[in-house]
């Protein structure tokens, strides 16, 4: 680009220098209000979801979702945790365990593998039988209550039908369902 505005060339050459200079910080600032921009819509996404036998939308924006998520997420986490018999225990604890937040995945993956163990074991197979679910949003905390039964390798009973409730934290990080603690209501988590 050669600017031939004046008589002599190095005026010619400072007005093209000051037009360049003009020309990329338009170009720079539009980068920038389009980062910003880019940035703003990111955070205000919304991801609808509609997955295959689900009666209603649910929605996930930043680190918030739906009640139906969550109540979607939490009998999917209690079937997996809760109703399991001795050949699918390890296998059902293993994908419990991809729910969980990293921090908390240690501890968790202790625990379940420990419970796998004793199940194949022993021969326990379990049933949950969810009652109610409540979702404190303030604390995320999820209360499941229902009925608790357990039976031995021949189809048996061992014992009655118990009552339980069961506590779950979560986080929702990047629009993504993590556990941070799971255990029954006054036990360890």
């Known amino acids: 680009m050669e600017l031939k505005?004046?008589?002599q060339r190095l005026s010619n050459a400072m007005a093209e220098n000051r037009l360049l200079k003009f020309v990329v910080a338009v170009i720079g600032l539009a980068v920038i209000a389009n980062c910003f921009?880019?940035?703003?819509?990111?955070r205000h996404e919304?991801?609808?979801?509609?997955?295959?036998g689900l009666n209603s939308r649910v929605e996930v924006a930043d680190s918030q979702a739906s009640?139906?998520?969550?109540?979607?997420?939490?009998r999917y986490a209690l079937d997996l945790a809760l109703d399991y018999t001795p050949a699918t225990a390890r296998q059902q604890f293993g994908e419990l365990l991809a729910l969980y937040a990293p921090g908390a995945f240690?501890?968790?993956r202790k625990t379940f593998y420990s419970l796998a163990d004793t199940v194949?074991?022993?021969?326990?197979?379990?049933a949950f039988f969810i009652g109610s679910i409540k979702v404190?949003?303030?604390r995320s905390v999820i209360e499941a209550t229902g009925v608790s039964r357990q039976f031995a390798q021949d189809?048996?009973?061992l014992g009655p039908d118990r009552q339980t409730s069961y506590e779950m934290t979560y986080r929702i990080s990047d629009g993504r369902f993590q556990l941070t603690g799971f255990g029954e209501k006054g036990g360890s988590k």
């Open 37 to 42: 921009f880019t940035f703003t819509m990111a």
């Open 5 to 7: 505005i004046y008589m």
């Open 120 to 126: 194949e074991t022993a021969g326990v197979s379990s």
């Open 106 to 108: 240690p501890e968790a």
């Open 136 to 138: 404190d949003r303030a």
């Open 46 to 52: 919304r991801t609808i979801l509609v997955p295959a």
């Open 67 to 74: 009640d139906g998520y969550l109540d979607l997420m939490t």
């Open 155 to 157: 189809g048996s009973p």
